[in-house]
Structures are given as C-alpha cells and as structure tokens.
C-alpha cells in the first residue's frame, strides 16, 4: 500500500485473498510478447483470421434490427430461452440429455468457475486438482479462499486410486478437470479413466466439475463421452461449455449445466457478479446457430488447427533439447514438453523472449511441487512457416541451435 501523505490516515488493507493470489503469468508474459516480431507459442489465442466475421455480423445485425428492443434490455440470470434451448439441444445430441433448464448462462466459462468457487467453497475447503491444472481455475478456487490440492496425475491423467485416497482424507467440496485436450497438456481421458473418477465421486461423495472448453477441436481419433453423462456421476458432475474456442472468445459466452439445487446457488453468485450475461450477445449467438452451421465451421477451424499441430510436432524434435518429451494431443490448442532435469524453463525464458519467440514456463500451472523443466506451447495462432521459424528461433534460445 502507498504511504499516505503527512496529515493523511492509511487506508484500510485490501482484502486477504488478493493479496495472496497473484495475476496470472500468462496474461503478463501475453503484456511482454506484445511486439508484432514475436512468434508468441506462449498466449491460447484461437487464430482471428479463423473467426466467421461475416456469420457472426449478420447474426449481430439480425439480434439488433430485429429483436432490438430485446438484444439491448436487461434480460434474466439464467440466461436467453432461445440460447439456452439450442445448447440443451446440442448437448442431448451429445449423448447428454438435457432440457433448457439445466443450464445457466454464463460471461464465458471462467466466470463459471468463479460461480462455482462462491457456491461451492467457504475459506479453508480443500479443491482437489489435476497436476499441472488450467492457471485461471487456480485464480478462481484460489481467491475463494481454497486448499488446493493437486492429484497425482500419469499420462493419461489423473490417478482414481490417488483420488480416492485424497478424497477420504482432505474431505475436498470438490475435484476440477479438463478431460479434454486439457490445457496445459493437451491430454484426453479415456473412457476407462472417466469412469474410474466418476466411480470415485459416486463412492466417497465429491462434485466433479468438468471444464470442456476444447472437446469440439478434435483432429483425430473418437469423441469420449462427458464425466457427466455416467450414470455414476449424473447428479454431481458439473459439465461446462464455451464459445469461445470454437466461434470467439470476444463474446464471452459460456454455460454450466449442474444439478438443480446448485444451479439456483449459482445464479445467485451470479445476480451479484453481473446480473446476466449481456443480451445482445446471448441473442446474436442463438441466431448464429439458427442461421449458420456451428459444426461445419468448427470442422473447417479444425482442418486449419490440425495442419498447424503437425507443423509443430514435426519440428518439436529438433528445437527442444535432446532428452525432452512432449504431449502429442489429438485435439485442442496446446502441447505440453518436458526438457531434461537440469532446464528451468521460468529462468530460460528471457533468453528465449530475446530470440523474439516465447512460451509459457510450466511451474505456475502447479498448485503442488511445480515440475520446472515443463513448458506450454500453443499451435493454432500462428501459419505452419511461422511455426517453423518459430521452432528454429525456440532451438537458438534454448541452446540447441546455433
Ligand atoms: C480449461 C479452460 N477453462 C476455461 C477457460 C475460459 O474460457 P472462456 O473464454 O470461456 O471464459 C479456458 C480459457 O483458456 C480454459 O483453457
């Protein structure tokens, strides 16, 4: 806090929790990659020139001629009928039956997890995690004033035994994953793996919340059905949705979709946070999915995302040091390395920003003992050739290219 000037009494301390939950790296490392000269692995921006501008205009102009009087009022908590319709519409098809009514609205799905956060966690509750875990939930559970624990995670993610046993002596509220493509990894659960947690959460009483940004990005292999759809994990699973990967993160879009009772409580933290999630944007969006076809253009980013994965992956071997491993995602924005014991890739960072190309270091994304040889790269902002040179200029900053 500053000094107060002579005369002047200090002001009364900000409030605990920001004062021990920090910004996020990436939104600061985002501030240092700004210059147009950096080829930025680092932001989990989807590629703008991907964006139906013209789909997503007319959709807005339809909202705003036709329905004007609607799209500029204040509108209800749980959100626009017509929006919340169509996505219970595409959930059912998604082997999830749904009606329009179990689902919220929300201003993109972070600030579901900040709705979950304020109905779910009381200052002290234990948030069990994955390891590593997407940054911005970490934010969000963190500023609720939460323990949170990390699961001990292989390869293919996190370990139901290991869970089970958290579960029973940290008596978590709840267990936050990412099943899909998770960022930071870039991991899918199996099936298999799905059903183990969802067993978990049945046996030992546990929510899950299950964060599915990215499952619509799929380049290769077969959809997994949600944690949310086993019949184990129905009525405490919380299933979350979001635009913003596959129509623009700049309509801050999102849903929850969570058991009744919890539901209301979340509409009440949300009356609080913003009273609804703006109209115009809610309307606009239901027309996108009348007027357009989601699907086709989500295939067509797909197709595009797809070149640009294997560009990266292509060149991985050559640019990171020998000895390293790295995550091959069948979907998604991001690929998740490990170097050698001895890198720190926090510390290599600004030698790695000279070379103008960056990355974000793996250790925030841990809420336990941080594994700092790990780093994030995304693939889908940027062209194959400026995935190349941008690998060329990763391999000079790392050390291993001349
Ligand atoms: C796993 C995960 N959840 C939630 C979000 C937030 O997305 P939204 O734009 O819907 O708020 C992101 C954004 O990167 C994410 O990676």
Same mark, same amino acid.
């Given at each position: 806090?500053?000094? *107060?000037?002579?005369?002047?009494?200090?002001?009364?301390?900000?409030?605990?929790? &920001?004062?021990?939950?920090?910004? !996020?790296?990436?939104?600061?490392?985002? #501030? &240092?990659?700004?210059?147009?000269?950096?080829?930025?692995?680092?932001?989990?921006?989807?590629?703008?020139?991907?964006?139906?501008?013209?789909?997503?205009?007319?959709?807005?102009?339809?909202?705003?001629?036709?329905?004007?009087?609607?799209?500029?009022?204040?509108?209800?908590?749980?959100?626009?009928?017509?929006?919340?319709?169509?996505?219970?519409?595409?959930?059912?098809?998604?082997?999830?039956?749904?009606?329009?009514?179990?689902?919220? &609205?929300?201003?993109? !799905?972070?600030?579901?997890?900040?709705?979950?956060?304020?109905?779910?966690?009381?200052?002290?509750?234990?948030?069990?995690?994955?390891?590593?875990?997407?940054?911005?939930?970490?934010?969000?559970?963190?500023?609720?004033?939460?323990?949170?624990?990390?699961?001990?995670?292989?390869? $293919?993610?996190?370990?139901?035994?290991?869970?089970?046993?958290?579960?029973?002596?940290?008596? *978590?509220?709840?267990?936050?994953?990412?099943?899909?493509?998770?960022?930071?990894?870039?991991?899918?659960? !199996?099936?298999?793996?799905?059903?183990?947690?969802?067993?978990?959460?049945?046996?030992?009483?546990?929510?899950?919340?299950?964060? $599915?940004?990215?499952?619509?990005?799929?380049?290769?292999?077969?959809?997994?059905?949600?944690?949310?759809?086993?019949?184990?994990?129905?009525?405490?699973?919380?299933?979350?949705? !979001?635009?913003?990967?596959?129509?623009?993160?700049?309509?801050?879009?999102?849903?929850?979709?969570?058991?009744?009772?919890?539901?209301?409580?979340? #509409?009440?933290?949300?009356?609080?946070?913003?009273?609804?999630?703006?109209?115009?944007?809610?309307?606009?969006?239901?027309?996108?999915?009348?007027?357009?076809?989601?699907?086709?253009?989500?295939?067509?980013?797909?197709?595009?995302?797809?070149?640009?994965?294997?560009?990266?992956?292509?060149?991985?071997?050559?640019?990171?040091?020998?000895?390293?491993?790295?995550?091959?995602?069948?979907?998604?924005?991001?690929?998740?390395?490990?170097?050698?014991?001895?890198?720190?890739?926090?510390?290599?960072? *600004?030698?790695?920003?000279?070379?103008?190309?960056?990355?974000?270091?793996?250790? *925030?994304?841990?809420?336990?003992?941080?594994?700092?040889?790990?780093?994030?790269?995304?693939? &889908?902002?940027?062209?194959?050739?400026?995935?190349?040179?941008?690998?060329?200029?990763?391999?000079?900053?790392?050390?291993?290219?001349?």
């Amino acid at each position: 806090m500053p000094v *107060p000037l002579p005369g002047r009494a200090a002001l009364p301390a900000l409030a605990a929790r &920001v004062r021990v939950t920090g910004g !996020s790296p990436v939104r600061d490392i985002l #501030a &240092v990659t700004a210059r147009p000269e950096v080829i930025n692995f680092a932001g989990g921006l989807p590629a703008p020139e991907l964006f139906d501008r013209e789909g997503v205009a007319d959709a807005f102009r339809y909202a705003l001629q036709e329905t004007p009087a609607q799209a500029l009022q204040y509108a209800t908590t749980e959100g626009e009928p017509v929006l919340r319709e169509q996505l219970a519409a595409r959930t059912t098809a998604r082997g999830l039956p749904t009606g329009a009514d179990d689902l919220l &609205v929300t201003t993109g !799905s972070q600030q579901a997890l900040s709705l979950l956060a304020t109905a779910l966690v009381d200052p002290g509750d234990t948030v069990l995690v994955e390891a590593p875990c997407y940054l911005a939930a970490l934010q969000a559970f963190g500023l609720a004033g939460a323990r949170i624990v990390a699961v001990p995670c292989d390869e $293919d993610g996190p370990d139901p035994q290991a869970l089970a046993e958290l579960v029973v002596r940290e008596r *978590p509220k709840l267990f936050y994953t990412v099943p899909a493509f998770q960022n930071p990894t870039g991991r899918t659960l !199996s099936a298999g793996r799905r059903a183990a947690l969802a067993s978990v959460a049945a046996r030992h009483g546990l929510w899950i919340v299950e964060d $599915d940004p990215y499952g619509e990005l799929r380049y290769e292999g077969e959809r997994v059905d949600w944690i949310a759809a086993h019949p184990d994990a129905r009525d405490r699973t919380v299933l979350l949705g !979001s635009f913003s990967k596959v129509m623009a993160p700049g309509l801050r879009l999102g849903w929850l979709r969570a058991p009744a009772e919890l539901r209301r409580a979340c #509409a009440v933290a949300k009356q609080a946070a913003d009273l609804h999630t703006p109209t115009v944007n809610q309307l606009a969006a239901a027309r996108y999915l009348t007027a357009c076809d989601l699907d086709a253009h989500v295939a067509r980013v797909a197709a595009v995302y797809r070149e640009r994965r294997d560009a990266l992956l292509a060149g991985l071997a050559d640019a990171l040091p020998q000895g390293s491993v790295w995550t091959r995602p069948e979907g998604g924005m991001f690929v998740w390395a490990r170097l050698p014991e001895a890198y720190d890739t926090t510390a290599l960072l *600004p030698q790695v920003l000279a070379q103008d190309v960056a990355y974000v270091p793996g250790a *925030p994304f841990y809420a336990g003992e941080p594994d700092r040889a790990t780093l994030r790269l995304c693939f &889908v902002t940027q062209t194959p050739p400026e995935i190349e040179e941008g690998l060329r200029r990763l391999g000079r900053g790392l050390g291993v290219l001349g």
